[in-house]
């Protein structure tokens, strides 16, 4: 096991009323007894008024009091089924459990869960820019603009690594890493990143999908790990007629990773996040964790 200056030591995990939050609250959960850190469980109830105005216009007093009974009824219901799941896991993993405002012992991994009321998206933002790394389910569908709010303020706005949990929980986190190599910042940022975990890891390859006219070489990342004391394969990925998305998870499977670490890539259009090709593949179709910088 390699030692490394860089570490992790407190993961935030996105828990709604969903399935999917199983698989996130279990591999927050698994970084965190991985990496010793404390792990935060974020369930955020919606605001009824943040959202009521915008469909109750032309509605009576009545009706509107109507609405945001309901809307505070179904946001409760929410809430209480989110933390009886955070309850079976824990008892189930037979977790550690703190309070939010508890003093730590550093190093030593710790759970806690923590309800706030907000709009999601911002409280994500609020929470995450305050915590080494994020954890959140993979949006439904891969990525749209429906489903996808939560990651895009946890990747585009926080400023902070996003790891993004499988539909099913993994057997394992970051044993067999595979990092995805283009020479951009984007990717530098998720390199340095995913130190914490390379450095604990049985295999680590870095990998760079051959493009025409391009002298990207993964080798130059290999060596700039081995000042860390990881030792890492490079290796230049034939791209054939697959995607770029598609080669990088085809040898993700092939090689056996659990984490694929990448830079996530995207632009702004009307307001509207954009995302690029290769990390929209990988986001709808990865069966693995991801761990994304912006």
Not at 124 to 143: E, M, Q, S
Not at 151 to 161: I, N
Not at 260 to 285: F, N, P, W
Not at 288 to 294: E, F, R
Request: proline share 3%; charged share 25%; aromatic share 4%.
């Amino acid at each position: 096991m390699a030692e490394s200056s860089v570490t992790i030591a407190t993961v935030l995990a996105l828990v709604t009323d969903e399935g999917e939050s199983e698989s996130t609250l279990k591999t927050a959960v698994a970084i965190g007894q991985k990496l010793e850190a404390y792990v935060e469980a974020l369930h955020v109830r919606t605001e009824p008024e943040s959202v009521i105005p915008v469909v109750a216009e032309g509605l009576s007093a009545k009706s509107v009091h109507v609405l945001l009974e309901g809307a505070r009824a179904s946001t409760a219901d929410r809430a209480e089924r989110a933390h009886r799941l955070f309850q079976d896991v824990a008892l189930e993993m037979s977790l550690s459990l703190t309070k939010v405002d508890a003093e730590l012992e550093v190093g030593r991994f710790s759970t806690a869960w923590c309800e706030t009321t907000g709009i999601e998206s911002r409280e994500i933002v609020r929470r995450g820019r305050l915590f080494d790394l994020t954890v959140l389910a993979r949006p439904h569908n891969g990525y749209d603009q429906t489903s996808s709010t939560a990651l895009t303020a946890a990747l585009f706005e926080t400023g902070r690594p996003v790891l993004i949990a499988p539909p099913g929980v993994p057997a394992t986190v970051g044993q067999r890493l595979m990092l995805a190599w283009n020479d951009t910042r984007e990717a530098a940022e998720a390199v340095w990143a995913a130190i914490p975990f390379a450095a604990r890891a049985e295999e680590v390859t870095v990998v760079s999908v051959a493009e025409a006219n391009s002298d990207v070489d993964p080798g130059d990342v290999a060596r700039a790990l081995a000042y860390h004391g990881i030792g890492a394969e490079a290796q230049i990925l034939d791209r054939g007629n697959a995607r770029v998305g598609e080669r990088l998870l085809t040898t993700a499977h092939e090689r056996k990773c659990d984490l694929l670490v990448m830079g996530a890539y995207g632009h702004s259009r009307l307001q509207e996040l954009i995302l690029g090709g290769a990390t929209k593949h990988v986001l709808k179709h990865a069966q693995i964790p991801l761990l994304m910088v912006h």
